[in-house]
Antibody
Framework: QVQLVESGGGLVKPGGSLRLSCAASGFTFSDYYMGWVRQAPGKGLEWLSYISSGGSVIYYGDSVKGRFTISRDNAKNSLYLQMYSLRADDTAVYYC????????????????????WGQGTLVTVSS | SYELTQPPSVSVSPGQTATITCSGDALPRQYAYWYQQKPGQAPVLVIYKNTERPSGIPERFSGSSSGTTVTLTISGVQAEDEAGYYCQSVDSSAILFGGGTKLTVL
């Protein structure tokens, strides 16, 4: 069965950096888009980024553009999120999730939704 | 990008029908998706492409669409349905979530 397991969360000081990892199993990782979604304590879901199966298509949400970098290693069935210049409002549970891409023409798809999610890893930004 | 608007809370008695709405200007031309999230757990997809139900999701969950509003309907609500519900759509390759609706089963 599909499993997504995040790691790398923890306590980091404002302005610091952190790298999250997501280990995937139970499906052919290199065939699928992958993404990150976060949820601040007591708040709703916020999409952060996704990356295409081969890594050529990457999109970021406005709140993390320029500060976060998504990447993947298909040989290791792993997804990453490198986070820089962390702020207190980046405190959240970070979920690795698998987006299904629909209605695609070339590298552009018009529909995405998440069919599998990891259990999340908590990132706390505090001095 | 546009926003998806949901009511913050909905309350219903067991056995009754719960309706949760999600409004957004692009919904007439973009599909909506719905997730259920229970406390301390990851979200679970319950409806995709406005009306489709993934395998394993009970038949009491259904979705509909009309104009700029999509609706998640839970018929014969059970105590286990108490959870947060989020709609999701897409705008110019960006993925959007609604603010979420807390469903309380009285």
């Amino acid at each position: 069965q599909v499993q997504l397991v995040e790691s790398g969360g923890g306590l980091v000081k404002p302005g610091g950096s952190l790298r999250l990892s997501c280990a995937a199993s139970g499906f052919t990782f290199s065939d699928y888009y992958m993404g990150w979604v976060r949820q601040a304590p007591g708040k709703g879901l916020e999409w952060l980024s996704y990356i295409s199966s081969g890594g050529s298509v990457i999109y970021y949400g406005d709140s993390v553009k320029g500060r976060f970098t998504i990447s993947r290693d298909n040989a290791k069935n792993s997804l990453y999120l490198q986070m820089y210049s962390l702020r207190a409002d980046d405190t959240a549970v970070y979920y690795c999730a698998r987006p299904r891409a629909l209605d695609c023409s070339g590298n552009r798809c018009n529909q995405y939704y998440f069919d599998y999610w990891g259990q999340g890893t908590l990132v706390t930004v505090s001095s | 990008s546009y926003e998806l608007t949901q009511p913050p809370s909905v309350s219903v008695s067991p056995g009754q029908t719960a309706t949760i709405t999600c409004s957004g200007d692009a919904l007439p031309r973009q599909y909506a998706y719905w997730y259920q999230q229970k406390p301390g757990q990851a979200p679970v997809l319950v409806i995709y492409k406005n009306t489709e139900r993934p395998s394993g999701i009970p038949e009491r969950f259904s979705g509909s669409s009309s104009g700029t509003t999509v609706t998640l309907t839970i018929s014969g609500v059970q105590a286990e349905d108490e959870a947060g519900y989020y709609c999701q759509s897409v705008d110019s390759s960006a993925i959007l979530f609604g603010g979420g609706t807390k469903l309380t089963v009285l």
